[in-house]
């Protein structure tokens, strides 16, 4: 057992692979997170115009991102494109899957979030001779962030765990590495090594978001 | 040929698409039993834990806490390739379908978990010390008074996470499940041509698409009264 799935020796080996790998989706996560929240404030943004005809297709937009799984998304972009002339490396692929995908998310989110500012505040700030854009900036947008932060947190911690998929199209990020260090070593310590390594990195959101979630449930009742 | 006729030509292509039809139905049919194994069997365990966290046996709940903290930071697909190449090592040498099964049923389970959990704690001591007092056991007091308002209160979170895990089911095809994408992507190579894997998007959205709306119209119905 320890043999197999604790083995030092192979640790030794593997250990420099799973490093690269960790690395890979540490700069990954800081370019899809981003991404993605640039991605849902737009969506929000344009849904904050009540417009029938905005509202309307966005929330479709958003209905068909949160149905369609990321996977799918992924392999469409990079198995399905390059029959259209357009071949796209697989981090590229990555990038815009995100972008739609978690955007929606995020988007979601920030919808939330901008509802739950009362429309006085807006009318408020707009009579006190803001512009729209200006209420939207600097009195809208704080608050909304503030109040939807447990989810954005929560959304992050998805995303990050998303980026795993990228072993799906040969983007060198951790999973990738320590499959790669597995199938050189024929033995399964490097994929225990890299389930590790996201625990130890994700375990304080995940508490963190825990204890959140516990106050939020609690106190809207 | 004008560029139009041959993007249909090559992304819906109805001699490919009819010949791989009965293998992307085959693959809903896969993604659909998948799918409700991990949603029944996760969201039972979910509950289960989250009852026997009401009892309040201090190491227990550790434990509790932990196994629900791990499948919470573990990336999905990192569980399934854990137990389908790693397994194997050790022992049993679980299919691609039970790995992705089981998997996704920690993951949902772990989610629900938390949420049930915080339905639970939400209701106030009171309530407890109410019904207890007029001589309900603590089983009937869980069941009769807690739960059914904690239900209430856990319906909306509860449908967004346990479609976004069931969404999950894609992953199965890493570890060779024959469900949509699966079928999707071998008869894409098999015909080298994209149409299959249109239809298998396609069917994805027919199969959560429904569900989705669905749970847009639940979240508003049991939306929180501020």
């Known amino acids: 057992m320890i043999e197999a799935f604790f083995n030092i020796e192979i640790m ?10 960790l690395w890979n989706t540490i700069l990954l996560s800081l370019i899809v997170v981003p991404l993605g929240l640039l ?7 344009l849904a904050s115009i009540r417009h029938p005809l905005v509202r309307w297709p966005l929330m479709a937009w958003v209905d068909f991102f949160r149905a369609f799984p990321p996977l799918v998304l992924l392999v469409l972009l990079f198995a399905g494109l390059p029959f259209a002339g357009l071949e796209l490396g697989g981090f590229a692929c990555v990038a815009i899957a995100f972008f739609l995908n978690t955007g929606s998310y995020y988007g979601e989110i920030f919808r939330a979030g901008i509802d739950s500012v009362p429309a ?9 001779g803001l512009t729209r854009m200006q209420a939207m900036r600097y009195v809208v947008l704080p608050q909304a962030v503030r109040n939807v932060m447990p989810d954005l947190l929560s959304n992050t911690l998805e995303v990050v765990k998303l980026t795993s998929l990228g072993s799906v199209v040969a983007v060198p990020e951790l999973l990738y590495e320590a499959r790669q260090a597995q199938s050189i070593t024929y033995n399964p310590t490097p994929i225990v ?5 996201y625990f130890l990195l994700l375990w304080p959101l995940v508490r963190l978001l825990s204890r959140l979630e516990n106050r939020a449930l609690a106190g809207r009742r | 040929m004008s560029g139009w006729d041959k993007f249909v030509e090559t992304f819906f292509n109805a001699k490919v698409m009819w010949k791989y039809l009965p293998d992307i139905l085959s693959g809903m049919v896969v993604t659909i039993e998948l799918a409700l194994l991990i949603v029944v069997t996760g969201l039972a365990a979910g509950l289960a834990l989250a009852l026997l966290r009401s009892l309040a046996i201090r190491p227990l709940n550790w434990l509790i806490i932990f196994v629900v903290d791990l499948f919470r930071s573990l990336p999905p697909l990192v569980i399934i390739v854990l137990m389908y190449f790693g397994l194997p090592y050790a022992g049993p040498a679980p299919s691609g379908f039970v790995s992705t099964w089981l998997s996704l049923a920690f993951v949902l389970m772990a989610f629900s978990e938390e949420i049930f959990w915080a339905g639970i704690t939400s209701i106030p001591k009171g309530q407890w010390e109410a019904s207890r007092s007029t001589g309900l056991s603590f089983g009937q007091t ?31 095809t890493v570890v060779a499940v024959t469900e949509i994408l699966g079928q999707a992507s071998s008869a894409m190579s098999n015909s080298y041509n994209p149409s299959p894997l249109m239809m298998g998007a396609a069917a994805y959205v027919v199969l959560f698409l429904p569900v989705v709306v669905a749970a847009r119209w639940i979240e508003t119905k049991f939306a929180w009264k501020r």
């Not at chain 2, 209430?152 to 069931?166: F, K, M, S």
Request: aromatic share 4%.
């Open chain 1, 12 to 21: 030794k080996a593997a250990w420099p692979i799973v490093l690269t790998g």
């Open chain 2, 142 to 172: 869980l069941f009769n008074v807690v739960l059914p308002q904690a239900f209430r209160l856990t319906i909306p979170p509860l449908t967004n996470r346990t479609i976004a895990i069931t969404k999950g089911t894609a992953l199965g």
């Open chain 1, 39 to 45: 991605g849902g404030l737009i969506l929000a943004l």
């Open chain 1, 193 to 197: 090594m890299a389930a590790v390594i």
């Open chain 1, 120 to 128: 006085g505040q807006v009318e408020a700030a707009r009579s006190t």
